[in-house]
């Protein structure tokens, strides 16, 4: 696999000459089945109740992006002639999002909720409080967030409010008149997003329990104070999800970083999608509320329960019940890779190593940055950041190397979604102490996630590697399943410095080992698969594993199908939307798909394929992309070749067999699109690789 690549066309899906295959499945169905396997997780009696609780909220955190990024795009295009989406098309998305969200409120009310108040964890509504807890209620009330509301009443000069993305707010009907004898009727009560959305009763009211009070239970229970002299009728919360894809014009944007900057603020307000009110909201307040926002019916959602449930972790953050959470896991320093007191640089020359977070933990990165920062043979640190967060001791330790003289190079992908003030704001401060900051490629986002160190040793220079298949966040290191890589092998390393020069020049640029997007990794795979089906068609071993988060790409689905017909043997773990329809007698019976849903965010991707008998035929890939098409002609993707065999079938015995034997947390995907549940008790890969590192 050292043979060399030019880089430098874009490449584009060869058509495949294959026979008619089955129809694909539906990509938005497919991102609705994740969630509800996440949901699933909630109704596990194995799985520890606060836990249970945060699936719930996982659950609508996932469906807001959805309707802000994926269902909006639906939206869009159905609007443009030609789009090739119809207003059915969007009811019949709606129509399973809706199905899906009142089993998750059929969930929480009926199984999580009555479990919660059996181990003495309550969220006490307002006609359940006692005098006392009322009387609480009333002066936090009085103290803390009647000084913050801002009622309006509508009228022709107080007009219907912006109303921000995702933002809690109360509509109301109102009787009586106005302090200036006017019937109008309609106001619009904004809550600050400042104001906690769940308040923890003190001991002393609580009746021995751990006892919680909504924001809106509290706001309800007062709402008539905000409006003197008039009674409230009919009243309901709700919430507007919007549009919240940042628009910038690529062919004519001159500063990327001003660009964004500028429209961060137009993000929450952006075309409404969706519309969320409370299941007893009286039919002519959501009505007036749709006519307002321009929604049709099919966008209004009516929910049982409080209008946000992802916020929600604020009680299992408060919450006293250790008990009820899994158990605490550290990772764990891989001492036998990483002795602990010897450089980090020195044991690099012995061999590559790999990191397998969050059983192992995500310091020994942070550590070779470290030690590259404090040495003072480290000349140039090179690193890709898209999502680090908006405190990273690593960004800290890039700043810090720049004030000390070093040559720091950060490429900042500044379009990573929801991350972009952050990446903006750490853009200005490496700026600010002398880093180079680039942005990539305008209209290409910088996924790759790479780490070069270059140091003088003995007269030369010698370049050291880190490569990832997760982004540069220790926080996300503890609750995703990634793998990095640490290298000093000159062929690598000389390709991560292409990858930088690439990035900075936009000049074509030469790889040896790297395969990289938007230029050859797409056809090399397709190569693979090629070859693994040729393998198939001449009677030779042919066998595929991957494990990639997504797989909605066509091209890449139909060389799979064609190498199924060859008969070679295909075992996909694919974590969330999955397109190809395993099963299919004659297109895709040799193919497998399954996905493993546990306590961890599976994120790793790995490649494996063998064409033949030889030490020479097979090949492992560690890679920053999924197989959709945005990764393969969209952005600025890595896969490396793991040649080291001792690492190679480490990977191979952590990463992927694991998973492909996972009872307890798998789930295999039928030819219909639908997913069952592989068994209710067995094995968890998760879990044993927990064992094992601990």
Known sequence: MADETRVGDLGEPPAAAVSPPPTLLNRESSILQFNRRVLAQARRPDVPLLERLRYVTIVS???????????????????????GVSREDLAAVAAAAHALIDEQYALLNDEVVPELQRHGIVVVNHADRDEAQRRWVRRFFEREVRPLLVPLVLDPSHPFPLVANKSLNFIARLGGRDAFGRENSIAIVKVPRVLPRVIRLPDSVSGGRQAFVLLTSVIRAHLEELFPGRSVESFSQFRVTRDSELEYDAEDVTNLRQALRSNLSKRHFGLAIRLEVVHSCPQELHDFLLRQLQLPEYALYKVNGPVNLARLTELIDQAGSD???????EPVWPAADLPPGRSIFDRLHDGDVVLHHPFESFEPVVQFLREAVEDPDVLAIKQTIYRTGSQSVLMDLLIEAARRGKEVMAVVELTARFDEEANINWAERLEAVGAQVVYGVVGLKTHAKLMLVTRREHGR????????????NPKT???????G?????????????????????????????????????HRRLIAHIAQVAEAARAGRPAR?????????????IAALMDAGRAGAKIDLVIRGACMLPPGVRGHTDTIRVRSVVGRFLEHTRVLYFRWGEGDDDEVLYLSSADWMSRNMFRRIELAWPVRDAALRQRIVDEALVPYLHDELDAWTLDADGAYRRVAEAGISAQQALTRRYR
């Open 61 to 83: 955190s996932n469906l807001d992006e959805f309707f802000e990024v994926r269902f909006a795009d639906l939206a869009e295009a159905s609007r443009r002639p030609g789009g």
């Open 323 to 329: 008990d009820l959470r899994f158990p605490r896991y």
């Open 461 to 472: 220079l010698r370049r050291y590697v880190h490569l990832s298949t997760g982004n540069y």
């Open 477 to 483: 290191a503890r609750l995703y399943t990634d793998l």
């Open 485 to 521: 890589y640490l290298s000093t092998d000159p062929e690598l390393t000389a390709d991560a410095d292409a990858v930088f020069q690439q990035l900075a020049s936009q000049g074509r640029m030469r790889m040896r080992r790297m395969l990289t997007a938007p230029f050859v990794l």
């Open 544 to 556: 595929i594993v991957a494990k990639v988060n997504a797989l909605t790409d066509p091209g890449l």
